[in-house]
Every structure is written in structure tokens, then in C-alpha cells.
């Protein structure tokens, strides 16, 4: 496709369930980033992909969170035991390089409602 | 650690107005700076970029320009249009490996006709 594209659009689900959020970057990025936008907040940085490993994942907020990008192309962010805290946007973002200078393009994000 | 304030929302204006939206910033070193715009239904969109002191960007008639002695990066328009209506974003990329953003809280500009 010609953009990121984040699967699926919303996503409820109950507390406690294990949630997994899908991310297809731009063909030939090799940068993969995801955020998490809270309501009337500006995204957080949560972990950033090279290639296929995880080069900064000091952002993911304790160890219910994890994510993958095993073929260095789609990557999946994995929620385990999910709280109502979680709710938010997920976004996804990748970029050709991931060095400075270098523009992300974003996804329209994943909407996660926790109830 | 870094971050980035700008000024809350919303901001309304008539159409045809002069817009300035504020953005200060604390970084170590030298960020890059970064306005982003997310209009109703899509995704983050870069505006525009500054990546030394004094740079200026500039797009779609938007300009903010880098300055390195008020740690800001301001945002404006001469004369917005009800297409401008959106939240703007700034943000900042540290000169560390991975150019990962930090961003500002959004401000949610309404133009009226």
C-alpha cells in the first residue's frame, strides 16, 4: 500500500484479555515506530524497531507490553492482561532510515477501549 | 529528558486570520523540530521542519522558525482558511540513534467562516 496501515481501526475488549495490534510500514522502511496517544495528549514514544530488532524499547510502560517485527517488515504490538489505563491510540509509524532528518509517516492508528 | 509545551486549545478563529501557535522546548544538544497536523479522520501528517538554529520551515503558508535562544519554535500562518481547522502537533527529534519524537500535548485550531 501506499502509507502505514494499522489493523485493526478500534479494538474493545474486556479487562484482563490479551489484545494484539497489527502495523504494515511503507514498503522499504526500515524504521518502525510505535506511539500511544492518550485522549487531549500528544503521542508517547514506545518502542522503535531496525530492521527486525527492537533498538529502543524504553518507552513500553512495564512488561505487559511487547512487540515483534519478525521479518523486519509488519510488526505487532502484544497486550497482555489488559488494564482501562491502556485505552487509547496506538500509533504506528515507519521511516526510511530512522536517522535524523529522515520523515516518519504515520498510520491512523489503532482505537484500544478497555472496559 | 526532553520535552516539548505548547499552548492548549482550543484556538478559534475567523477566517482570514493571523494564527500563532506556541511551542517551547527543553533538549540536550542540538533537536531537530517538528510541526505535525492531524486533520478530522486521518493520520499524522509532517507540516513542516527545522533542523539547525535559525532554519525556518515552511509549508502549505505555514512558517515556525528555529530559535535556538528562546528554546521555541512558533507556528504561524497569515491568514488561515476553515481548511486549516486541526490539532497541531510540535514535536522535537533528539540527536540520538533512532529519531524517535517527543511531542507536544496539541493544539486544536477552529476556523470559522
Known amino acids: 500500500g501506499a502509507g502505514v496501515s494499522q489493523t485493526p481501526s478500534n479494538k474493545v475488549t474486556e479487562k484482563g484479555k490479551y489484545v494484539e495490534l497489527r502495523c504494515d510500514p511503507i514498503?522499504?522502511?526500515?524504521?518502525l515506530y510505535w506511539y500511544r496517544q492518550s485522549l487531549g495528549q500528544g503521542p508517547e514514544f514506545l518502542i522503535y524497531f531496525q530492521g527486525t530488532g527492537a533498538a529502543d524499547d524504553s518507552g513500553l510502560p512495564n512488561d505487559r507490553f511487547f512487540a515483534v517485527r519478525p521479518e523486519g517488515s509488519v510488526s505487532t504490538l502484544k497486550i497482555q492482561r489488559t488494564e482501562r489505563g491502556d485505552s487509547a491510540v496506538y500509533l504506528c509509524?515507519?521511516?526510511?532510515?530512522?536517522?535524523?532528518?529522515?520523515?516518519?509517516?504515520f498510520g491512523q492508528g489503532t482505537r484500544l477501549t478497555v472496559v | 529528558g526532553d520535552s516539548v509545551t505548547q499552548m492548549e486549545g482550543p484556538v478559534t478563529l475567523s477566517e482570514e486570520a493571523f494564527l500563532t501557535i506556541n511551542c517551547t522546548y527543553t533538549a540536550t544538544g542540538y533537536p531537530s523540530l517538528f510541526w505535525y497536523v492531524q486533520y478530522p479522520g486521518e493520520g499524522l501528517q509532517l507540516l513542516l521542519k527545522?533542523?539547525?538554529?535559525?532554519d525556518k520551515g515552511s509549508n502549505k503558508g505555514f512558517e515556525a522558525t528555529y530559535r535556538k535562544e528562546t528554546t521555541s519554535f512558533h507556528l504561524e500562518k497569515g491568514s488561515v482558511q476553515v481548511s486549516d481547522s486541526a490539532v497541531y502537533f510540535c514535536a522535537l527529534s533528539s540527536n540520538n540513534a533512532g529519531n524517535m519524537l517527543t511531542f507536544g500535548g496539541g493544539t486544536r485550531l477552529m476556523v470559522k467562516p
Open positions: 509509524a515507519s521511516s526510511l532510515q530512522g536517522q535524523m532528518n529522515t520523515e516518519a509517516f
Open positions: 527545522a533542523t539547525k538554529a535559525d
Open positions: 514498503s522499504g522502511h526500515t524504521a
